[in-house]
């Protein structure tokens, strides 16, 4: 089954980083555009950080200077570096590829920032 799948994420603390990939073998076509979102708990969706085929990335303004987000298209995978991290960081990150194929979304992956 065609999937997104996720990895990195962990616990760390305040000030630390960590990294997310998603990464998909089917799911990609000639212009995607990539997303990272975070839901913290009783919280809605927000979207994190974008980045479409031609590497051109946006931020939300939360993250902003301290997140990094690429692509490797020839490898069909995203990464998300997350610098500087706060405990208001803490939630569950997915991965989204939206693309003429439709809209797909990974598993999610927990991330936790303590003081």
């Known amino acids: 089954q065609a999937r997104l799948v996720e990895s990195g994420g962990g616990s760390v603390q305040a000030g630390g980083s960590l990294g997310l990939s998603c990464t998909t073998s089917?799911?990609?076509?000639?212009?995607?555009?990539w997303n990272w979102y975070r839901q913290a708990a009783g919280e809605q969706r927000e979207l994190v950080a974008t980045?479409?085929?031609?590497?051109?990335?946006n931020y939300a303004d939360s993250v902003k200077g301290r997140f990094l987000v690429s692509v490797d298209s020839s490898a069909n995978t995203v990464w998300l570096r997350m610098n500087d991290l706060k405990p208001e960081d803490t939630a569950d990150y997915y991965c989204?590829?939206?693309?003429?194929?439709?809209?797909?979304w990974g598993q999610g992956i927990q991330v936790s920032v303590f003081n």
């Open positions: 989204n590829l939206n693309n003429r194929l439709g809209d797909h």
């Open positions: 089917s799911l990609v076509s000639s212009f995607n555009v």
């Open positions: 980045v479409t085929s031609n590497g051109r990335p």
